[in-house]
């Protein structure tokens, strides 16, 4: 028994050192979520642990919807990162990125051994900040008490997405929360400020002034279109009234100018006039067709 023993301790411990334990790569960043204002640099970092002896072979990739292509292979930058790019060991600068850099990247390491091949990654997003532009605002020039009008307010360009501040006069007009200053203020709009709109259930003569909106995203300023006047009047009823009996008054005389023309005959003569005419020409034809027919 005691011999069966060390011979299977002696199977296990060969067995062993016919088959170490050979470490694999791995794969470490600083940051998985790296943020950069537009045209200024971004760093991806990609850290490794490896045995000694083992050739490695770096990469980069870009994960996008349309499938995945290179950034760094056989050495060398590809596509838009081509002169704005350089390695930091076997980490990424890229100087002046733009919005268009925004993106998974992917680190991929492979290292060569005696054992065979060993591959490590890591992914990391690179969201790239922009400011945002001057918003296109919508202020309708005129509006009637108690209508409802609704103002908005737009950008597409800021990343993240711009959030939106109406001003009226010069003052910037409070959200209606419900609650403190808000509520005192006694509002009579909506103000929202991730959409930009700005609306007015009922419409006063007190909404009358100068509007603009103001888009900011916290990168670079904020920026805000050119000032609208608005005039809110009431209805005008007289107004509307004399242009009705004016419409009234106008079809009344033509009326009477058709009638008065009837009465005097004027149509009978035209018609009679008419078919003269072309008794006329009938006769005319009859005429040069008998001439013919005697030549």
């Known amino acids: 028994m005691a011999s069966r023993s060390i011979r299977l301790l002696v199977l296990v411990y060969v067995g062993v050192l016919s088959y170490p334990d050979v470490s694999g790569i791995s794969i470490e960043t ?11 640099e971004a760093i991806l970092s990609c850290k490794y642990k490896f045995l000694k002896g083992m050739s490695l072979r770096i990469e980069w990739k870009k994960i996008e919807s349309q499938g995945v292509s290179f950034v760094y292979y056989n050495s060398e930058f590809t596509g838009d990162l081509q002169g ?23 680190c991929e390491i492979s290292a060569k051994s005696e054992e065979g091949q060993r591959l490590g990654e ?24 108690g209508t409802v009008v609704q103002m908005s307010c737009k950008e597409t360009e800021g990343s993240p997405p711009s959030e939106y501040q ?12 419900g609650t403190g200053s808000a509520r005192a203020a006694n509002i009579t709009y909506t103000m929202n400020k991730k959409s930009g709109t700005l609306l007015f259930n009922t419409v006063t003569k007190n909404d009358t002034g100068e ?10 300023l904020s920026q805000k279109c050119s000032v609208k006047q608005m005039q809110v009047d009431d209805l005008n009823v007289s107004g509307i009234i004399v242009a009705v009996l004016f419409v009234a008054l106008v079809m009344v005389l033509c009326g009477l100018g058709v009638f008065y023309a009837q009465k005097k005959g004027y149509f009978a003569k035209k018609n009679s006039s008419q078919k003269k005419t072309n008794y006329q020409s009938t006769s005319e034809k009859d005429f040069k067709h008998t001439e013919s027919f005697v030549i």
């Open 30 to 40: 600083d940051n998985k979520n790296v943020k950069a204002e537009e045209f200024k």
């Open 84 to 106: 704005r790019a350089e390695m930091l060991n076997t980490g990424i600068r890229i100087r002046n990125v733009t919005r268009r850099d925004s993106g998974t990247y992917r």
């Open 122 to 145: 890591a992914t990391i997003t690179l969201t790239v900040l922009v400011a945002p532009t001057t918003p296109v605002c919508e202020v309708p020039s005129s509006a009637v008490t």
């Open 166 to 177: 109406w001003y009226k006069n010069g003052v910037a007009l409070l959200e209606k929360t």
């Open 211 to 220: 509007y603009f909106c103001e888009a900011s995203n916290g990168i670079g």
